[in-house]
């Protein structure tokens, strides 16, 4: 079993930064993939970015590359997201993810654990 508790979420301007974290319970968190994903009012679910157990590997949706930055500290069981360049368009609820196995994905169904979101809200 593992929980997931995401944080740093908030409000802040167009241009400005926020950097999440995901802290994660459980035994297993460093032999997994983690991943983010985000939900916008009235859209559906959407990949954000992943990284692989081992950090070796990191995924990001086109609307974020070279924005924001995956990463993880497998000793303190957390997972981050560094957003910069913060868009209006990024405004979404973030969730984090545990993957079923070690290596990045972008697709939601091979993540069987989800945080409760934080609410990222960037105004224009």
């Known amino acids: 079993q593992v929980q997931l508790v995401e944080s740093g979420g908030g409000l802040v301007q167009a241009g400005g930064s926020l950097r999440l974290s995901c802290a994660a319970s459980?035994?297993?968190?460093?032999?997994?993939?983690m991943g983010w994903f985000r939900q916008a009012p009235g859209k559906e679910r959407e990949f954000v970015s992943a990284?692989?157990?081992?950090?070796?590997?990191?995924y990001y949706a086109d609307s974020v590359k070279g924005r924001f930055t995956i990463s993880r500290d497998n000793a303190k069981n957390t997972v981050y997201l560094q957003m910069n360049s913060l868009k209006p368009e990024d405004t979404a609820v973030y969730y984090c993810a545990a993957g079923m196995g070690p290596i990045a994905t972008v697709t939601d169904r091979l993540y069987n654990y989800w945080g409760q979101g934080t609410q990222v809200t960037v105004s224009s």
């Open positions: 990284i692989s157990w081992s950090g070796g590997s990191r």
């Open positions: 459980g035994r297993t968190f460093s032999s997994v993939a």
